[in-house]
Structure formats: structure tokens, C-alpha cells
């Protein structure tokens, strides 16, 4: 039988529609957007068009949406060149819930290990509640730019950003967010979402990999990373991709066109899984449970395995393709810093992160509902009696 793909959180197919409006900037129209030539020029409206595309579809403005190469890149220079641009005039820390992605978690990291900045963790729960008092007593001390993705990249989880947006504000913070997993699944709006730095990248929602966004609100500093040109207005210097901002435009605009439906059909999926499976795990843990979750990602925790590692391997060869961010205690497998700060550092629950996009079936659904409880079972330890 067909392989079954349900790591949909981790990367997506490139659409047709997406596909189709690249491949002339690949080969015809390869100009450098900054050279005056026909090509050149042919190039520069493409990008500036594509910007204002994906300005249009999240409520922006054009001079608002940078290109990048993806939500990492992204990421690291909201949350490097944010803070460095809040610093210029003193002290200042910064804020990141634990369960941020690593393209988070680590640069903020770095500001405080090279003494830049104080870094506050930002404890969550897994109902979802995010600790604001921290959040609160770190604004309070000093400047701070705060990053609290929307919805968390293991386990659907859609963090309080309203409420993180409120205490920031009353105390003139910087507030990033990442919504690599939200947008398409979420609405996003950026006349009501009152964030000043946010990061997105195509490939989650069926655009080209290596392909990202900033946007920047009117008034909101940061200072770039790189050097040496001054292309997207010297914030982020490098020849633009223009086949790239092409796909990432038209991605961003079929996924907000198509986000009530799309999550329509995800959360039908969704559910479906949870209580498949559910009657045929025993002990099985839907992580983040009981949060608002995005309704793409199904994060289960078992507490009969023990090598995670083992397990996707083993589903994998069957014809499941998922993920995890394995807590196992074997050794085989690092555990999940998410499923650690919400759990504890000692949980001892192996995960399996299922998430679905537009080309999942109910068929793949139950297909993995065939075979998830056969391979669990199989390498479940069996109690040895005298």
C-alpha cells in the first residue's frame, strides 16, 4: 500500500498553483530585481508585487512584509535584531515562553550567555496558560522584547497572545510572534493582532521551502544581521528570490482564502485520530489536551515505550510517516524540550506527533488506526512472570 504522510508540521507539498507561478521566474524571468535592465525591472515588479500580495492576505502593508529565507531566518533576526534595536539605548531583556521553537528559544539564549541582555523563561502549562506575572516583573525591570509563538509547532497549542500583548503593552515592550504553524489554520489579521514583529515561512503551508517573511509594524525597529547590500531596505541585504517571494505569495493567499475550511476539514480529521486511537492505547496522553489547539497536529504520549526512536522508525517502515520529540529514557532519543516544560523533566512518555494538511484522507487517518496500536503493542516491554 501507499505510504502514508502525516508530518505535515514539519513540511508540506509545494501546490500546483504554487508550482505553476514559480517556474517562470526559474527560467524566462531571471533578472535581478536591482539591476535597471528589461529583466531586471520584469523582476523588481514581481517582488514588489508579491510583497503587497502577501501584505493584502494578513492585513499589512506593503512596506510592512520583508523576504527571507524562511521562518528561521526569520525568527532569529526579530528576535536578535529586535532586541539589539531596543538595546541601542541601555539595558534591555528579553521574554520567550518555554515552549518556544529552537529558532526562538536559542538566540535568546545567546544574548544572555554573550551578557546583551537578560533571557525570562515564560512557564506554560498544558492547558495552555502562559505565566504573565514573569512576563510582567520582566517588563517591569527593564525594556524587553517578548516572543510567544501562537500556536506551538509540537503539539497545536495556541498560546494567550492577547494577554501577553496586554502586559507588553503597558509597559511599551517589543512583541514578536511566530506563526509558522498558525497561519493557514488561524485566522490571522494584522489590523487586530497587535503584535509588532511576526514570523512566517512558506513550506508549512504548501509553499517552497527556504522561502520566509517579517513583517516589521510602522515604527518597530531592528537591526539587520547581515551586511553588504541593501536590498529589502538594507534589513535583510542579499539578491532576492523572486521565484520564492512568487510561491510564498501565492501560498500565503490560498491559505488565508482557504483557512475556515481547511480548518473545517483538519479538525474532522483530528478528532477521528484521537478517538481511534484512543480505545486502542491504553494510557494514552493527548498532549496539550486541554489548550485551545490548532487543528492540525495530534501529539499523543505513551507511557509503554520506551526507545521513541525505535518507534518512528518502526512506523515508518510500515508506511507511517510522523514525528515525534520523543521523552524515552533509553538514550536513543533527546527528549522534546516542549513535552518537558509542560510535563516535567522527568516524564517518561514517548511522543508520536501526528499533523494532516490538505492532501490527508480520512483513509490515511485510518490506516493509522489500523496500525499504530500493532506497532505500539509490538514494541511495548511484556511483563516476564515466574
Not at 483538519?266 to 478517538?275: C, G, M, P
Request: proline share 5%; with cysteine; aromatic share 4%.
Amino acid at each position: 500500500m501507499d505510504p502514508v504522510y502525516l508530518d505535515h508540521a514539519a513540511t508540506s507539498p509545494v501546490r500546483d498553483e504554487v508550482f505553476d507561478a514559480m517556474v517562470p521566474f526559474l527560467a524566462g524571468h531571471f533578472g535581478n530585481p536591482s539591476s535597471t535592465h528589461r529583466w531586471g525591472r520584469a523582476a523588481r515588479v514581481a517582488l514588489d508585487e508579491s510583497r503587497a500580495r502577501v501584505a493584502a492576505a494578513l492585513g499589512a502593508r506593503a512596506d510592512e512584509i520583508f523576504f527571507v529565507r524562511g521562518g528561521t531566518e526569520s525568527d532569529n533576526l526579530a528576535v536578535i535584531g529586535g532586541h539589539a534595536a531596543l538595546s541601542a539605548g541601555g539595558p534591555a531583556g528579553v521574554a520567550v515562553s518555554e515552549i518556544e521553537h529552537s529558532a526562538v528559544l536559542e538566540p535568546a539564549a545567546r544574548i544572555e550567555t554573550e551578557g546583551r541582555g537578560r533571557a525570562t523563561h515564560l512557564s506554560v502549562d498544558p492547558a495552555g496558560d502562559i505565566d504573565l506575572g514573569a512576563l510582567e516583573a520582566a517588563c517591569s525591570r527593564e525594556p524587553t522584547l517578548a516572543s510567544v509563538m501562537l500556536a506551538n509547532n509540537e503539539t497545536g497549542m495556541v498560546l494567550p497572545l492577547s494577554g501577553v500583548i496586554e502586559v507588553a503593552q503597558r509597559h511599551g515592550a517589543v512583541v514578536h510572534t511566530d506563526v509558522c504553524q498558525a497561519l493557514g489554520k488561524i485566522p490571522i489579521d494584522l489590523r487586530t493582532l497587535d503584535v509588532d514583529l511576526l514570523s512566517a515561512t512558506g513550506h508549512k503551508i504548501n509553499g517552497p521551502k527556504g522561502a520566509g517573511l517579517l513583517f516589521v509594524r510602522r515604527g518597530a525597529r531592528v537591526e539587520p544581521l547581515l551586511h553588504g547590500g541593501s536590498q529589502e531596505r538594507g534589513l535583510r541585504p542579499g539578491t532576492e528570490d523572486v521565484a520564492g517571494a512568487v510561491g510564498l505569495a501565492t501560498a500565503v493567499e490560498l491559505a488565508v482564502a482557504e483557512q475556515e475550511e481547511h480548518h473545517r476539514a483538519l479538525t474532522e480529521l483530528r478528532d477521528r485520530l484521537e478517538s481511534g486511537l484512543r480505545p486502542r492505547l491504553p494510557g494514552m496522553r493527548v498532549n496539550g489536551a486541554d489548550a485551545v489547539r490548532a487543528p492540525h497536529v495530534v501529539s499523543i504520549g505513551l507511557a509503554s515505550i520506551t526507545d521513541g526512536a525505535a518507534l518512528l522508525m518502526a512506523l515508518d517502515l510500515e508506511g507511517i510517516a510522523v514525528s515525534g520529540g520523543s521523552a524515552c529514557h533509553s538514550g536513543s532519543a533527546r527528549a522534546s524540550h516542549v513535552i518537558s516544560a509542560l510535563y516535567g523533566a522527568d516524564d517518561r512518555y514517548a511522543t508520536i506527533r501526528f499533523s494532516f494538511g490538505r492532501s490527508t484522507t480520512v483513509e490515511d487517518i485510518d490506516r493509522a488506526i489500523e496500525i499504530v496500536p500493532t506497532v505500539v503493542e509490538r514494541l511495548s516491554p511484556t511483563e516476564v512472570t515466574a
